[in-house]
């Protein structure tokens, strides 16, 4: 386990297999199945699940009296099941094994971050000492991604006969791995058809109910020794049972499946391509080659490389951000879930957790980070219908969103606390669409990527930013504009304590993330080309008029300070103060303070208390000097004293109920070199891997805090930033992290490697064909240096 490429499990403990079915995921960017034991269905300790990206489906259930619509990412059905048993020549069939029997004597699980190769090793051995092997190893192919395969072998010791072995296929699947929604309808799937093709091919064909996206999977079953099958086809799924030779050589079962949907393009019969695809995929060992190969140039192209634990949690979480969003994606139409393909939490949707995805993507993958934001793009019409709905203008983003890009934020949530079904005001987070917007900025300084930004780019950074200037109101008390009736992203506080409207007023992040947009809206009709602008300008009717007021909302947005720190919304510096010692005495964990608030019949809206990184998310997003230049135009001093108090005021008042906040706040120690800067680093590293939430990531990955810590590495640490000037480098250097490389990509360079040592940093740029040019690196005091390709160059820092 010590080469930093295995992540792995040494025994099997029930309670944790929820962990270890998520973190043993495998996925290609277009699917993804978990890592759960193929021996087991569903049941109270075990979740198999695979999720195919976009797959949503639309039910309607009954909660609390009320029915309330959920998009769901749909649970599709389970092909890794696999069933056995030993059939000894001197005595009765034994029981079916799975790891929960009583004859487990060994278990361990691996994974192989280099090549996505994951295997389970189990050993059997009953009372009179007849032992079995048993041996997993399961692939979903990053090269074609339509296959997945899985070899079992086989060995027994001590006794002969045969191994009963029954491969199924289980249609007859649901969405039930989060117990908070058991209550809300999850029987996706219908129209089961199953049976056999030639070739010991299973095939299974279901669509969904809304919007009916037709399923089909086939399942090839080879054996060798080669057994002919003895076959039943349910009505939701098909079983092949094979009785293999147990003996002193091993027997092997491969099961490979191919999975095609109507939305495959080129369009063709999914059912027909997918029976076709699994008889023909080539044999087990073949298969690993390839998929091993397209992982070893993902790895390429992607590279971190952070000596010790640390390192090993990282490149854990790059596998599992490019098993998420990977080249695949880009040929989808798709966004970045929050979740992971890794399970159900928060229904496979789409938030705004892509602002910590995609500066990676932006330098290591930029056609996908494109991809991503052209998703967002193709969304703006259902986008300008939110805004429209709630009586604004532009575009409004949705808090969640699936496959429509139609607001899917629940109406109610559950607190598993109180068993209360309660409002959820959620969808109040407006900001979303501001970190569309910065993301369509930042990939577009990153990649120089103009076509993109003049095209779907402008159109989506202009539309947030129109409907920024027509939801802020003036105030003339004030003499500034104001924004109300949102929530920011600390979510604890929806509404004024006694209130009977949600929403609180002047969020400062919202406001001034709003202010930022209208100020890039401006440049970015400034940079236009003429021909381009004018297009733009008429096509969005936007006027003289409008622009002017852009220009004036954005130098007068209102941002509320109290006790010389910037207050997280007007009112809040008003708010009592939480008795945390008080609290964490009496409940130890209370990252879900507001649970325990409401389950005490108070509410968290009546406290100083948030749940995540809210006011500094201003200091992840931007440098303290571009945060003060932004305050400046809006008549606000900002400086290193205020910033520091107000850092410090907000996170001693901050619960961490959300894997973003420990990230945030180490990013913002970070730039500031904070003494605690590593331990919220080091607790965004363990957010998933020691499962800190309790229980959360069984249930899916923390995509954004997973893609955040390595961007924190490459990025926060080394102050990288790619603009059209160069690569920008500012260190500012973690003790706990003294050395380390990755490569990226810069304009027409990719593989570029930059290495980070004590004091030192060396940029390397590959020879290529493709760009003679040399890339530029600017030092802090704008020193600037060229490297040549073919070269590499130390800078001391
Ligand atoms: C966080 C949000 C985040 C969502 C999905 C919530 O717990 O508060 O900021 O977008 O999870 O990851």
């Known amino acids: 386990m010590s080469d930093g490429w295995t992540w792995g499990y040494d025994r099997y403990e029930p309670r944790r297999e929820r962990l270890v079915e998520a973190l043993c995921t495998l996925g290609n960017g277009r699917f993804a199945t978990r890592g759960s034991a193929p021996e087991c269905a569903a049941d109270a300790t075990h979740y198999p699940g695979t999720y195919l990206a976009g797959c949503y489906d639309r039910l309607t259930s009954v909660v609390a009296g009320a029915r309330v619509e959920n998009e769901d990412l749909v649970n599709l059905p389970d092909w890794t099941l696999l069933r056995y048993r030993c059939l000894p020549d001197d005595g009765p069939p034994g029981a079916w094994l799975t790891p929960d029997a009583p004859d487990l004597r060994h278990y361990d699980v691996r994974l192989d971050l280099r090549g996505g190769v994951l295997s389970r090793r189990l050993y059997y051995e009953d009372a009179r000492g007849r032992g079995l092997r048993v041996v997993h190893t399961r692939i979903v192919h990053m090269g074609d991604a339509r296959l997945a395969a899985q070899r079992t072998r086989f060995r027994a010791y001590g006794w002969s006969g045969a191994v ?7 249609g007859a699947v649901t969405n039930a791995g989060v117990e908070r929604y058991r209550n809300l309808e999850g029987r996706h799937l219908v129209d089961h058809r199953s049976g056999f093709a030639p070739g010991g091919v299973a095939r299974l064909t279901c669509r969904t109910t809304d919007p009916g996206l037709l399923i089909a999977l086939a399942v090839r079953t080879a054996t060798r020794p080669a057994r002919p099958a003895y076959e039943t086809a349910t009505r939701t799924g098909t079983v092949q049972t094979f009785l293999l030779p147990a003996g002193r050589r091993s027997a092997t079962v491969v099961k490979t499946l191919a999975l095609h949907t109507s939305a495959d393009r080129p369009a063709a019969d999914p059912l027909a391509t997918a029976c076709e695809a699994a008889a023909r995929a080539p044999a087990f060992d073949r298969q690993v080659l390839t998929h091993t190969a397209s992982w070893r140039r993902l790895w390429e192209q992607g590279e971190i490389d952070v000596p010790g634990e640390a390192g090993r949690i990282l490149r854990l979480h790059l596998f599992h951000l490019l098993q ?21 939490a928060y229904r496979g949707h789409v938030f705004w957790d892509e602002l910590f995805v995609l500066p990676y993507l932006d330098l290591h993958f930029p056609e996908v980070a494109r991809s991503l934001l052209l998703y967002r793009h193709r969304r703006l019409p259902a986008a300008r219908a939110v805004a429209r709905a709630a009586g604004g203008v532009g575009a409004r983003y949705p808090w969640q969103s699936a496959s429509s890009g139609r607001e899917e934020t629940q109406a109610l949530h559950l607190n598993p606390r109180s068993g209360r079904w309660l409002p959820d005001h959620s969808r109040l987070q407006c900001h979303v ?34 409907f920024w200037a027509g939801a802020a109101h003036y105030d003339p008390e004030r003499g500034r504009y104001r924004i109300r009736g949102v929530v920011g992203p600390d979510e604890y506080h929806d509404a004024y304590p006694g209130a009977t409207a949600p929403g609180i007023d002047d969020n400062a992040y919202t406001n001034a993330t709003a202010a930022w947009v209208l100020a890039r809206g401006l440049d970015l009709l400034g940079e236009l080309p003429d021909a381009r602008r004018a297009e733009l300008r008429e096509r969005l009717s936007l006027d003289d008029a409008e622009v002017a007021r852009w220009e004036d909302v ?89 910033w520091r108090a107000t850092v410090a005021y907000h996170l001693r008042r901050t619960s961490h109920g959300s894997t973003l906040s420990s990230l945030v706040h180490g990013w913002v120690l970070a730039r500031q070199k904070g003494a605690d800067a590593w331990r919220y680093c080091e607790e965004a590293l363990l957010a998933d891997v020691a499962d800190i939430q309790g229980g959360t990531t069984g249930e899916g990955i923390h995509l954004g805090a997973m893609a955040g810590t390595i961007d924190l590495v490459e990025r926060g640490i080394t102050g990288l930033e790619a603009g059209p000037e160069g690569l920008r480098v500012a260190p500012v250097p973690l003790a706990e992290i003294p050395r380390f490389r990755f490569t990226l990509c810069f304009g027409a360079h990719r593989g570029v490697r930059v290495r980070v040592l004590p004091g030192r940093l060396a940029v390397r740029v590959p020879a290529s064909p493709g760009s003679q040019d040399p890339l530029t690196v600017v030092l802090p005091g704008d020193r600037t240096y060229t490297v040549a390709p073919g070269r590499e160059r130390w800078f001391r820092l």
Request: charged share 30%; aromatic share 12%; glycine share 10%.
């Open 164 to 170: 009963e072995v029954r491969s199924v296929l289980d």
């Open 554 to 642: 954005s130098r007068r947005l209102y941002v509320p300070f109290h006790r010389g720190v910037v207050s997280q919304f007007e009112g809040y510096g008003e708010l009592l103060e939480l008795d945390w010692e008080g609290y964490r005495g009496r409940y130890g964990d209370i990252r879900r303070l507001d649970r325990i608030l409401e389950a005490e019949g108070d509410t968290v809206n009546r406290y100083q208390a948030s749940k995540q990184a809210d006011t500094l998310m201003l200091g992840y997003l931007f440098r303290p000097e571009e945060l003060y230049e932004l305050f400046a135009r809006l008549g606000y001093r900002l400086d290193d004293e205020v």
């Open 324 to 344: 998420t969003l990977s080249p695949h994606t880009a040929e989808l139409d798709v966004g970045a879930p929050a979740r992971g393909l890794h399970g159900e």
């Open 433 to 466: 669409g501001s970190a569309v917007a910065y993301n369509v900025w930042r990939y577009a300084r990153t990649t120089g990527d103009r076509g993109f930004l003049h095209a779907e780019g402008a159109e989506t950074l202009l539309e947030v930013a129109r």
